[in-house]
Structure formats: structure tokens, C-alpha cells
């Protein structure tokens, strides 16, 4: 079957908002990001890289099970799986030879978790996309962001890591681009089999040709996978809607997307209990589904690597609803 037509039949899938920030809960040296979405813990908080990058002596999620969450989206009727591969804040869930800020080198877990997924994704027959933050990434002294000012989230930050690399006027995102992005979106391309789609997400400062480097290199190695619209710079092969937007009108022949939350965070914050109901759940993917448009619906695990239980109730009872 066509990817594309394989996408537009899919209606649900998981997203996946895992990494160190997991860890953090939304919470830092005792002030909580109230408003805010937890996976920007780095970057809200302005914590140095060096105290940032000791969470990796502390990740070892060992309730970590990769059965376990792809078999939730399994249940709940979704058909395909996004994982965040790699953040804002530079750190990748799978071994890379381009940077050692990785989970199997910088951490005591030492495993692939990509691999994993894939492995599962596999095993239970969904389908696996990667996320993969292109342009920003806080690790790097030449990461994305530094044309912008303090935008993010209602002028409550930055996108760039300004706190270690203060100096915008010397940085260039070609050598991020070049050192780190282009090998690793190559190395998640070619080391897990077939993916659905490439996820990116927040095009600022990258360059038409580079998002065309990047677009051409999905397509050499996996000319059926997609790329969503966040490339940026007009390329993609569909259309992905603001975060939590949900359109009012019928999209067409077009192929569209909606990522949501269950709660307010994307990655895991312990403190945020707004839940959205089974009703709910399936309310919006119906409304979605009826206007064209899959509904991609996040789960952040811990640092345990556990799907919160609430998320694992609500997703449970959707899918015995729904089948």
C-alpha cells in the first residue's frame, strides 16, 4: 500500500515525549514551570550544560519496556508510533557516532531505545516515525534558535542556549548542521528499518537548502517515508497543525495532522493532573477523523520509563470503547 494512503487510513497514533527532562518533572532547585511545557525544563530554567548533563548518570529507566507502551498504543487503536529521537536540548534516545550525548553512551541504561520501539513496533505491527529536532538543540555551541529573541511560549524564554554560548553573533547553525544534524538524521534513517515519517519540528533558523538536503536525504534512503511540514522553508508531505490545534474545517485531500496533549505537558510533569477524559479522547479524534485529519495524541513517560498511570487508564478505555 502507498505510505501516503496508509498515513491518510491511519486516524491515530502515539506520540512520545521522552529524554533527561524526564527526569525533572517540570521542577528545578525547588520552583516548579507551572505554565509551561516540561520537556523546555533546560531551557526555561537556563540550566548550565554541565549540571544539565549530569541527569545522564541518573537515567537508567529501568521499568523501561518498550512492549509495554507500543502494546498501550496498540490497544487504544492507534496505528503508528512518534518517538522523540532527539529534543531541543541535544540529547538523543538512540547511539549516534556523531556526538556521544547519547543514551547509550552517556548513560549507566546504555541501551538504544529507538531500537527498541522499532523492534516492538515490529512485534505488534504499528508502524514507527521518528521526531527529530532539526534546528534547535542547546547542546551544540552552534544550535538553532539565535535569530529569534524571547518568543518562546509567551516571551517566557529563549529558543537558543544563550546561558553557556552568550555570544549570537558568533554562532552558525551550518556547523550544528553539518556536525550533528545531518549525520544523526542520517543514522536514524538507515539503522531501524522502515519508518512511516520523519517528524521535525521548529524551522527558525534553518536555510532553504539545508531543509532540502534534509528532505532529499529522507527520500534517497526511504523514498516512501514522509516528512512533516515542519522542515519548514514550504517543503513536506503534509501538513502538521499548531500543537493542540484542532481545525474547524475539513481538510481535503490533504494530507493533515493534529499532535496533542492528554494533559498540558508534552514531556513528563508530575504535577500536572488536567487530564483529558475518554470522552474527550474520543470526541476530538472523531471530530478530527471526520474532517480528514489523524490525531496524534502524546504520552510522556518518566524517568522510570513509565507511561503515567492515568495516561495508560484513559488510553485503555479508549480503545475498548472505540473496537
Request: glycine share 8%.
Amino acid at each position: 500500500m502507498d505510505n501516503k494512503k496508509r498515513f491518510a487510513e491511519a486516524k491515530f497514533g502515539m506520540m512520545i515525549h521522552w529524554g533527561l527532562y524526564s527526569l525533572l518533572g517540570g521542577e528545578w532547585r525547588g520552583k516548579r514551570m507551572d505554565n509551561y511545557i516540561a520537556e523546555w525544563a533546560q531551557q526555561y530554567f537556563r540550566i548550565p550544560l554541565e549540571e544539565y548533563k549530569r541527569l545522564c548518570k541518573a537515567f537508567n529507566p529501568v521499568y523501561f519496556d518498550a512492549d509495554e507502551w507500543v502494546s498501550l498504543a496498540k490497544k487504544a487503536g492507534m496505528k503508528y508510533v512518534v518517538l522523540t529521537s532527539k529534543h531541543h536540548d541535544g540529547f538523543a534516545l538512540f547511539k549516534s557516532e556523531a556526538s556521544e550525548y547519547n543514551v547509550a553512551d552517556a548513560t549507566p541504561f546504555g541501551r538504544d531505545v529507538v531500537a527498541e520501539i522499532a523492534d516492538a513496533c515490529k512485534r505488534h505491527g504499528l508502524r514507527l516515525g521518528l521526531y527529530y529536532s532539526q534546528d534547535l538543540d542547546w547542546e551544540h555551541p552552534h544550535g538553532g534558535g539565535y535569530t529569534m529573541g524571547k518568543v518562546w511560549c509567551g516571551d517566557a524564554a529563549y529558543l537558543t542556549n544563550n546561558w553557556d554560548y552568550p555570544d549570537d553573533n558568533k554562532k552558525d547553525y551550518s556547523i550544528c548542521f553539518e556536525e550533528k544534524i545531518k549525520p544523526q538524521v542520517k543514522e536514524i534513517l538507515t539503522k531501524y528499518g522502515d519508518l512511516c515519517l520523519i517528524w521535525f519540528d521548529v524551522p527558525v533558523t534553518i536555510n532553504a537548502e539545508q531543509g532540502k538536503q534534509l528532505y532529499d536525504m529522507v527520500k534517497f534512503y526511504q523514498p516512501d517515508c514522509l516528512v512533516n511540514s515542519r522542515i519548514g522553508n514550504g517543503l513536506g508531505d503534509y501538513t502538521s497543525a499548531e500543537d493542540n490545534e484542532i481545525p474547524k474545517e475539513n481538510v481535503g485531500k490533504v494530507l493533515y495532522e493534529s499532535p496533542c496533549t492528554l494533559n498540558d505537558s508534552w514531556g513528563f510533569k508530575y504535577y500536572d493532573s488536567n487530564w483529558k477524559s475518554p470522552d474527550k479522547v474520543i470526541e476530538l479524534k472523531n471530530r478530527l477523523n471526520s474532517s480528514g485529519i489523524n490525531y496524534l495524541l502524546n504520552v510522556g513517560p518518566d524517568g522510570l520509563g513509565r507511561i503515567p498511570a492515568p495516561s495508560v487508564d484513559i488510553l485503555r478505555e479508549v480503545g475498548e470503547r472505540l473496537n
